[in-house]
């Protein structure tokens, strides 16, 4: 299909799609594209590649990197272009660092204030990533941003203001792309699963002390097999 064929088809879905925008869609694709890894961390994008790849005119793609940028998924480099972003070992490490205290603070917290329906709420969540075919297979385990993401709604349930400004920011979206990267790893995603099922019981019985120490081992777990990873992702 040609591109003016593509954009007016997309033309269209935008009055039935549920107000979503060729921008929200070609923003949502390349987000997922970089999480998984499929535009790696230090990549070159191409506007014009990128436009013929989703189909879209480049004011709906323009929109969607600027989108991108303020995510801090992506980069502009002044005469080279727009690059995704790429972390340092030693900047990763310290944010898993952060992440193993602040989380495990948060599960603490929500054991304390998660209510009974947003407890079944996770046990739902782990129940839709079961059907991951990815998780099946022990290839990978993938989480989609926001409510569908366990950790997210673990921070959202703490009820901190301050931990969910910290953690579902700018810093959220930039660590999704090594969790999912990393998560390839033999043996790491049906362990990782497990982990979650373990720290929502530890919710659901209130035991804060628990959920804390079994986040922060969770957390760890991620980090450790970053450090033994790391070099075969750059």
Do not use: W
């Not at 987000?31 to 890894?37: C, L, N, P, S, Y």
């Amino acid at each position: 299909m040609s591109e003016p064929a593509v954009v007016a088809l997309l033309n269209a879905e935008d009055v039935a799609g549920g107000g979503l925008t060729r921008a929200d869609r070609v923003f949502a694709a390349i987000q997922d594209a970089i999480v998984k890894g499929e535009l790696k961390p230090g990549s070159k994008m191409s506007e014009a590649d990128l436009a013929a790849r989703y189909g879209v005119s480049r004011g709906p793609l323009r929109e969607a990197l600027r989108r991108l940028e303020g995510r801090k998924l992506i980069t502009r480099i002044p005469h080279v272009g727009v690059r995704v972003i790429s972390l340092s070992f030693t900047e990763l490490i310290e944010i898993y660092q952060v992440r193993e205290e602040l989380e495990g603070m948060a599960a603490r917290l929500a054991a304390t204030h998660m209510s009974p329906e947003q407890v079944q709420g996770l046990r739902h969540l782990l129940q839709l990533h079961e059907q991951q075919a990815e998780l099946q297979e022990g290839r990978a385990y993938f989480q989609n941003e926001g409510d569908f993401d366990f950790h997210y709604r673990i921070v959202q349930g703490s009820g901190n203001g301050v931990l969910m400004q910290m953690l579902c920011g700018e810093l959220y979206h930039r660590v999704r792309l090594y969790r999912y990267q990393f998560s390839v790893t033999e043996g790491r995603p049906h362990k990782a699963f497990q982990e979650h099922h373990h720290i929502i019981e530890a919710i659901a019985a209130g035991d804060g002390e628990m959920a804390e120490i079994l986040m922060q081992r969770h957390i760890g777990a991620a980090r450790r097999n970053i450090e033994e990873h790391f070099s075969d992702l750059t």
